[in-house]
Nanobody, 116 residues
């Protein structure tokens, strides 16, 4: 059974920083390909924030380029999202996603709120 531990969300003022962490258990490290972060704001569809492949290639949605950095630790089955210069429009529930063995697995989500 695949289980996730997500952490790092919280309340931060505009311009502040947070680092999200997601660790998956029950998966073989060798089967993991894509690791990603998504977010969903109230009343909006879930969107891809950042993706990192096993090759370490990365993708960022335009609104976070230059502010967010995704990284991974294959030995720990973990993916991270460093978020700097946060804006109110970054407020959402953030979900980690792992693609492994042809399946897609989701974390439980962590709330990020950017407000003064």
């Amino acid at each position: 059974q695949v289980q996730f531990v997500e952490s790092g969300g919280g309340l931060v003022k505009p311009g502040g920083s947070l680092t999200l962490s997601c660790t998956a258990s029950g998966l073989s490290s060798f089967s993991i390909n894509t690791m990603a972060w998504y977010r969903q704001a109230p009343g909006k569809q879930r969107e891809t924030v950042a993706t990192i492949l096993s090759s370490r290639s990365t993708y960022y949605t335009d609104s976070v380029k230059g502010r967010f950095t995704i990284s991974r630790d294959n030995a720990k089955n973990s993916v991270y999202l460093q978020m700097n210069n946060l804006k109110p429009e970054d407020t959402a529930v953030y979900y980690c996603n792992i693609g492994a063995g042809g399946f897609s697995y989701w974390g439980q989500g962590t709330q990020v709120t950017v407000s003064s």
